[in-house]
């Protein structure tokens, strides 16, 4: 299979271009830790948010992308109000999320095929269509047994009438020209770029 | 009061309880909804890790939508997740003519543009500082009193934008609570993350985030919800995450339109409370109209 990402664009770039961009995010960190401190998952996460911007900082690629720890970044937005140099590390991790997927890290194929079949329900329908989503899911995942782990819930959602998505009037609206344009768009910006890294 | 609506896709399935309340709310104190025709997915939180262009547009494409039916409307959302996405497009059309520009080359694909005139507001926004509880606390009809109900904000109401409220330690919905007769429960936990959608895809990291929440509950009769995402982990993953604590943590738990809804002597039919997946028997026994 062609890697490509759900905007179906091609992906020329390793990830240290990416990779240098959320460097300069974070560039200035003074290490203080109250990112750590303030995030609600850090406890689960093999290296604290500190500890990962320091990685990142001295371009340790293939360590930052052995970590889960962006991928268990809720978005609660927490560090970034709190970070004394006000640092927007919500986006860093989105960021690093990101760079895993065009990698695509076998580590972190389960959470990019979650993203991924998300976005081609919305391409394809204009709105999340649940079924449409979950039955993409589970058939890209190549695992009979990942269902049950949601079955419950799909069970009680399923008796309250919960399950299908995105009824109602633009119900059809598909968003393949939007997907493409923005794809088109960032080729060309890529572009300059990659002639000047591999000058 | 006139605002153009974007329910998102939550509201149409698993959060339907919300739309159904919001909507009824508004017209029991004469708001008026006008629904966004043709309205898309703002790309909830799957977007931006693929396409930071691809996220801003997809929200930009429902703004460009509003735009056309009033250019200096405002969006009501009530889905905290969507709220965020609609509002950083919004920033990002008014506050960066480059990437305004950027944003409008890939709208031109569906013949949109977007000028980023509309306000975006989150339903919270809009019941604390608009309508307020003093204009609610006479609409009041069966008093909630003898109820103690601990409001969750959650985060991306919150933050990054603090647009109404204080991000660290909100209290937005205290006065609208306390109209109802109802009490505030005293908790830390309000702007605190409930794991978001962790909670479905890494149970083990996720359902943490929502055991330390319903801990912090107890005492209270219910607990408040602004958020879709948050009602759902606080509802749906209440036995799981009882489990887990090893002890019983069943506690009712609403969107705030439907707590308001009901103070003001709307029908629970009308509110959607058939579709809740937690309200214990007391609560019900204590809303009987
Ligand atoms: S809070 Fe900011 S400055 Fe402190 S360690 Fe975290 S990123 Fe660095
Ligand atoms: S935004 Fe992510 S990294 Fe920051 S505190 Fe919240 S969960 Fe942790």
Not at chain 2, 92 to 102: G, I, M
Not at chain 2, 282 to 288: A, L, Q, T, V
């Amino acid at each position: 299979m062609q890697p490509h990402s759900a905007t179906g664009s091609p992906t020329p770039d390793d990830g240290s271009t990416a990779l240098d961009h959320v460097r300069n995010m974070v560039s200035a960190c003074i290490q203080c830790g109250t990112c750590t401190g303030s995030c609600p998952n850090a406890l689960e996460m093999d290296l604290t948010p500190r500890k990962m911007w320091r990685l990142v900082i001295l371009e340790r690629l293939a360590d930052v992308m052995a970590s889960r720890t962006f991928i268990l970044c809720s978005a609660c937005y927490t560090c970034t109000l709190r970070c004394p140099r006000g640092l927007p590390l919500t986006t860093a991790m989105e960021t690093l999320k990101g760079i895993a997927f065009t990698r695509r890290e076998a580590r972190h194929r389960n959470s990019r095929l979650f993203y991924e079949k998300f976005m081609q329900t919305v391409r394809h329908h204009g709105r999340l269509h649940e079924m449409a989503f979950m039955t993409g899911y589970f058939t890209a995942m190549k695992n009979p047994l990942t269902p049950l782990r949601f079955a419950p819930l799909g069970m009680k959602l399923m008796g309250k009438g919960k399950v299908e998505m995105g009824f109602g009037k633009s119900a059809a609206t598909h968003l393949d020209a939007l997907f493409d344009k923005v794809a088109e768009i960032e080729r060309a910006a890529a572009a300059p770029l990659e002639k000047e890294s591999h000058a | 009061m006139n605002y153009l609506y974007y329910p998102g896709c939550s509201l149409t399935a698993s959060a339907r309880e919300y739309d159904l309340a919001t909507r009824a709310l508004m017209t029991a104190v004469g708001a008026n909804l006008t629904e966004i025709d043709d309205w898309t997915c703002c790309g909830a939180s799957a977007a931006a890790p693929i396409s930071q262009l691809l996220s801003l547009s997809l929200s930009a494409r429902n703004l460009a939508l509003a735009e056309q039916t009033a250019p200096d409307g405002q969006v009501l959302v009530p889905c905290s997740a969507c709220y965020l996405n609609l509002k950083k497009a919004h920033e990002a059309l008014r506050s960066d003519a480059e990437r305004r520009a950027t944003i409008n080359e890939a709208l031109a694909a569906v013949n949109l543009t977007a000028t980023g005139s509309i306000r975006v507001r989150h339903l919270l926004d809009v019941l604390a500082v608009d309508i307020g509880a003093a204009r609610l606390a006479p609409l009041v009809t069966r008093s909630l009193s003898g109820l103690t109900v601990a409001p969750y904000y959650g985060c991306q109401c919150l933050r990054p934008y603090p647009e109404f409220d204080d991000p660290e330690r909100p209290v937005s919905m205290e006065p609208l609570i306390e109209a109802t007769g109802a009490l505030v429960h005293v908790w830390e936990m309000g702007g605190r993350c409930c794991g978001a959608s962790l909670v479905s895809t890494q149970p083990d990291a996720g359902l943490g985030r929502v055991c330390t929440i319903l801990k912090a509950a107890k005492g209270a009769d219910l607990i408040a919800t602004v958020c879709p995402m948050c009602q759902m982990n606080l509802d749906a993953w209440q036995a799981s995450a009882s489990r887990m604590a090893g002890e019983n943590l069943a506690i009712t738990v609403v969107y705030l339109p439907q707590l308001l809804g009901l103070a003001m002597g709307l029908d629970s039919d009308e509110l959607g409370l058939d579709l809740n997946l937690a309200i214990l028997d007391g609560f019900r026994e204590k809303i009987k109209p």
